[in-house]
């Protein structure tokens, strides 16, 4: 295992707090070292050192961020990437909606721009251009953009920052929406990213984001969803700290199904009228206690028992005989399984409809990636469900497996059987 990190030109440590920048953070629990939870291997990468980096996780009493101070480079975890989001229906459904909602909400027009910043395979900006708006990504990942732009999807091959935007400025103008979704939560400059923003967005131009959320993390004990891309677990109250900062109001809030339980932000500059969906969810997490480090210690308790229950539970099906698979390659599936050491001794190997993923070997417990196709061909026993996210999607594309006696585990928050 690869600890050096001092040395690493690919690794940094934050002095304090990414939006308050106060320097007194909790470490409230470690899930790691663990290898990048993305950093898919080829057979032949199986017999090299892998690099570990911890996975510590961190509380800010002032502004309640929940956060790593270990931050693994951008350019090492996104230059290459392997995540789509148009490979699942759920989001693909729920981004279309999202683009009919923005336009009806804000009056779009064919005049106005709308930008979305980690605009992966385009998904998100073709619901706008169906609905004849003008659109433009900016995508760090080389090949990721270079699908969205084969879908004729315009797209910037950038990290977005100062410079980038001035430039959209000078030759587009400015947005009238950008948007960010499950985005923010990568970001470890997010002073550089809302300056960006500010030099983008025009006078009464509205900033949209979706983050997973805090509450739900811990409420469903979603642990699973704490790996190095993400560097920041949301509460409202640490983003109204941070939009405050660069004279922006977080002035509407909706809660969202979505990654487990997520929020969509919307934010303009001041002065704005604040919704009460704003002042409930701040209200809710005060009576939650989400600035108190009690409240986290509790949330590694059930972090642990989790673990045991998991680790126990599969074993016992393991020694009666089950065969075992995993479904989704998700990053979080790898948080899972390098915290819980399960590996080829429980699970045969995960399929995934990714086709970057099939093939290769999950970092870390390198368990083979299969094509979907599998499932049915070998009829395992049960189905160890990763991509927990996608329950009712997977549930129903998989029903012959279903209908055929196989049976699919919920890990979280505790294993269930459905
Ligand atoms: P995510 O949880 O980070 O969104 O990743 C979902 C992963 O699960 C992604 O690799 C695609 C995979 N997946 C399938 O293999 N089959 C499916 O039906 C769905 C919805 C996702
Ligand atoms: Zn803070």
């Known amino acids: 295992m690869e600890l050096h990190l001092n040395s690493r030109t690919d690794f940094t440590r934050n002095k304090g707090c990414r939006v308050c920048k106060n320097r007194t953070l909790y470490k409230f629990l470690k899930l790691g070292p663990t290898p990048p939870a993305n950093s898919i291997l080829k057979q032949e990468q199986l017999l090299l050192k892998e690099t570990f980096y911890p996975l510590d996780i961190y509380l800010c009493p002032e502004c309640s961020l929940v956060q790593l101070k270990d931050v693994v480079s951008p350019k090492t975890l996104f230059t290459d990437y392997v995540y789509l989001t148009g490979m699942a229906m759920t989001m693909k459904q729920h981004f279309h909606l999202l683009a009919v909602e923005v336009v009806n909400d804000f009056n779009l027009s064919k005049d106005d721009l709308v930008i979305d910043i980690g605009s992966n395979d385009g998904t998100l900006l073709k619901g706008f251009r169906h609905l004849g708006i003008k659109t433009l990504g900016i995508e760090p990942s080389?090949?990721?953009?270079?699908?969205?732009?084969?879908?004729?999807?315009?797209?910037?091959?950038?990290?977005?920052?100062?410079?980038?935007?001035?430039?959209?400025?000078?030759?587009?103008?400015?947005?009238?929406?950008?948007?960010?979704?499950?985005?923010?939560?990568?970001?470890?400059?997010?002073?550089?990213?809302?300056?960006?923003?500010?030099?983008?967005?025009?006078?009464?131009?509205?900033?949209?984001?979706?983050?997973?959320?805090?509450?739900?993390?811990?409420?469903?004990?979603?642990?699973?969803?704490?790996?190095?891309?993400?560097?920041?677990?949301?509460?409202?109250?640490?983003?109204?700290?941070?939009?405050?900062?660069?004279?922006?109001?977080?002035?509407?809030?909706?809660?969202i199904p979505v990654h487990g339980g997520s929020i969509r932000?919307?934010?303009?500059?001041?002065?704005?009228?604040?919704?009460?969906?704003?002042?409930?969810?701040?209200?809710?997490?005060?009576?939650?206690?989400?600035?108190?480090?009690?409240?986290?210690?509790e949330f590694a308790t059930k972090v642990k028992n989790t673990r045991i229950q998991l680790t126990s539970f599969l074993k016992r099906l393991k020694e009666e005989g089950n065969g075992i698979i995993g479904y989704g390659a998700?990053?979080?599936?790898?948080?899972?399984?390098?915290?819980?050491?399960?590996?080829?001794?429980?699970?045969?190997?995960i399929i995934d409809n990714t086709p970057f993923k099939q093939g290769l070997y999950t970092p870390g417990m390198h368990i083979p990636i299969m094509h979907p196709n599998r499932l049915v061909k070998d009829m395992p026993d049960y189905v160890l469900l990763l991509a927990w996210n996608y329950l009712d999607e997977i549930l129903e594309k998989e029903q012959k497996y279903r209908?055929?006696?196989?049976?699919?585990?919920?890990?979280?928050?505790?294993?269930?059987?459905v």
């Open 142 to 255: 080389t090949n990721i953009a270079l699908i969205a732009k084969r879908e004729g999807i315009e797209t910037i091959n950038d990290f977005f920052s100062v410079g980038v935007a001035k430039k959209i400025v000078q030759s587009k103008g400015h947005a009238q929406v950008i948007t960010g979704t499950n985005v923010f939560a990568h970001i470890n400059d997010l002073d550089g990213t809302l300056q960006a923003v500010d030099n983008l967005l025009t006078s009464d131009g509205i900033f949209i984001i979706e983050v997973p959320y805090l509450v739900d993390l811990l409420s469903k004990t979603e642990f699973d969803t704490m790996y190095h891309e993400h560097l920041s677990y949301f509460s409202l109250r640490s983003l109204v700290t941070l939009f405050k900062r660069f004279n922006l109001e977080l002035f509407d809030v909706k809660r």
């Open 403 to 417: 209908e055929l006696g196989g049976k699919f585990i919920v890990p979280l928050p505790e294993p269930k059987i």
């Open 265 to 297: 932000c919307y934010v303009r500059r001041v002065p704005s009228e604040i919704k009460s969906s704003v002042h409930q969810l701040l209200s809710l997490e005060k009576d939650l206690k989400l600035g108190i480090v009690d409240t986290y210690l």
């Open 330 to 349: 998700t990053a979080k599936g790898n948080t899972l399984l390098n915290y819980c050491k399960i590996g080829t001794e429980i699970l045969d190997y």
